[in-house]
């Protein structure tokens, strides 16, 4: 069985997780203290960098790496990431990190809160604002949604290192062709039943989009309320949560070679915030949203309360695929079979935010 690095992001630390054969080792926290929004795991250069969105009490938030497996930890001398004076913002936290493609090999981006979209070109130790997107006509009318205005979601596309979507929660998925000199609103199709005006081009609260494996304009997107899929890239969009017990969650993950196929975790309701039916279950779809099916071999049978946030459920790279999923009680499981069977690998932990995992070794 290959080796997987596993990083869960909590309220008070980041802890590290590293199977090796069928056996987990857990260590941490590391980052005591501080919540950890984000994490990425870059297995582009020789050694995998990881980097973290830490957000200190009493420092702020600020972005940190690794090239040795999480063992030691450096700090830019001055913030990797800030909002330039002419803005008037200032970093609330560091909501995403994704490395770019080997399209753009020492390319990594940040999303954050305010919503803005930040660019490294050294493998995440210092990132510059993507100014036309802070100063998009439509800004004026973003608002923060539950959670804050965070840019929570960001997808390169391998074929074309200009191409880049966003998500904004609230104010929907954005799209660049042109490398980030112009930005265009990519929601037509993704419901807003919440607003005055149910379909609007900008406005949704979108919480998280990920891309197909194998087509890669296909994409899946996990609304306040509603499910979709597109498959032009984000052209347009086509509900896809019908067949689920409920259509309101947080996670979307796509398998990582396996075409058709996405994960999520439904939960009851936007006031009603926990697992659909009060049951422990991620639901699969093998055919792009014609149908799903509940994965819980493994999970809790009783009735579960523990909510699963937008970052907190993930795949590796690994064939079969391992996925992960953390919650808000501390517990955190794994599946080595594409999620036809669960263990639990470990609970108690602090509130879980992110979970990111991949193979470190064959």
């Not at 960098?49 to 040795?68: E, I, N, Q």
């Not at 004026?140 to 074309?160: C, I, K, M, Q, Y």
């Amino acid at each position: 069985m290959t080796d997987v690095l596993l990083t869960v992001g909590t309220r008070k630390g980041l802890f590290i997780g590293r199977r090796r054969g069928g056996t987990w080792e857990f260590d941490g926290p590391r980052f005591r203290a501080q919540a950890i929004w984000s994490v990425a795991i870059d297995t582009r250069g020789r050694a995998p960098r990881l980097l973290v969105g830490g957000d200190s009490a009493h420092w702020g938030p600020s972005v940190f790496h690794s090239d040795d497996l999480g063992r030691t930890w450096g700090e830019p001398e001055k913030p990797a990431v800030k909002f330039p004076g002419f803005t008037g913002a200032s970093l609330e936290r560091v909501w995403q990190l994704h490395p770019a493609g080997p399209e753009a090999p020492d390319v990594v981006y940040a999303g954050t809160e305010p919503a803005a979209l930040f660019r490294s070109r050294d493998r995440g130790v210092s990132f510059e604002l993507i100014r036309p997107l802070w100063e998009h006509p439509t800004r004026s009318a973003w608002v923060p949604g539950g959670g804050g205005e965070g840019l929570h979601t960001v997808l390169t596309d391998p074929r074309d290192a200009r191409a880049v979507t966003v998500a904004v929660s609230a104010a929907g998925v954005f799209r660049t062709k042109d490398g980030g000199t112009s930005w265009a609103p990519s929601n037509k199709g993704v419901s807003a039943s919440f607003l005055p005006d149910p379909d609007p081009e900008f406005g949704q609260c979108v919480h998280k989009v990920a891309r197909d494996a194998v087509d890669l304009d296909r994409l899946y997107l996990q609304n306040h309320w509603g499910v979709f899929r597109s498959d032009d890239s984000g052209d347009s969009w086509t509900d896809i949560g019908g067949a689920l017990p409920s259509d309101f969650g947080f996670a979307m993950a796509a398998h990582p070679h396996r075409a058709n196929t996405a994960y999520v975790f439904p939960i009851n309701a936007d006031a009603d915030r926990v697992p659909a039916e009060h049951r422990c279950r991620v639901f699969r779809t093998g055919d792009a949203g014609g149908s799903w099916e509940p994965l819980s071999r493994g999970l809790p049978e009783e009735a579960h309360y523990g909510t699963v946030l937008r970052d907190a459920l993930c795949t590796d790279d690994a064939d079969p695929a391992g996925v992960y999923f953390g919650n808000r009680n501390g517990e955190l499981y794994a599946s080595a079979d594409d999620g036809e069977s669960w263990q639990q690998l470990t609970s108690h932990l602090p509130d879980v935010l992110c979970v990111r995992a991949a193979v470190v070794g064959r």
